[in-house]
């Protein structure tokens, strides 16, 4: 795997699986995912006899990233605050595309605004991508206070938050 470009290289997220890329592509000479994006998508049916072709012939490998990318991917993810939009599925594939050094294809903003901020390269499988990388922040429409994004209610005066972003990059 080493020896191939990482421009023909990609890590599948479930959305990618949902737009047929694998299935429609012959440029691209390698995909990975991980056994949690496998889960996400196995209802698809038809898919799945491709999928297993893919793998029969070295096109797809599933990888499951170690901890510490995990962790990054973690760290990284609370920072944006997107860490509660992420599900184990999303984590692991950031992760993997973070541990191997190639490029994510997804059309799930919290993931590939994740990925951006590890600065891991991010291709949309729809063709619209992300333009700027967020930064997400909780806040009280009553009384105005500003919290971390984890925050779901105020403290203060005990109104649900509202989530706002801004742009970093």
């Known amino acids: 795997m080493d020896s191939q470009n990482s421009s023909s290289r990609y890590a599948l997220d479930a959305s990618a699986f949902y737009a047929g890329t694998p299935f429609l592509s012959s440029a691209v000479s390698y995909y990975c995912t991980t056994q949690a994006i496998l889960d996400e998508v196995k209802h698809i049916k038809k898919s799945h006899g491709a999928i297993e072709a893919l793998s029969a012939a070295g096109n797809l490998e599933i990888i499951d990233p170690g901890k510490s990318s995990i962790e990054k ?16 599925a999303d984590v692991s594939i950031i992760a993997l595309a973070l541990q191997l050094e190639t490029t994510l294809l997804t059309d799930d903003y919290a ?11 991010v291709k949309s499988s729809s063709g619209k991508g992300i333009k700027e990388t967020r930064k997400w922040i909780s806040y009280c429409s009553a009384c105005g206070r500003a919290f971390g994004p984890e925050a779901k209610e105020c403290p203060l005066c005990g109104n649900k938050l509202r989530r706002k972003y801004r742009v970093t990059s």
């Open 73 to 88: 991917v973690k760290a990284a993810a609370k920072k944006t605050g997107d860490y509660r939009k992420l599900s184990q």
């Open 111 to 121: 993931v590939a605004n994740v990925a951006s901020a590890l600065k891991i390269p």
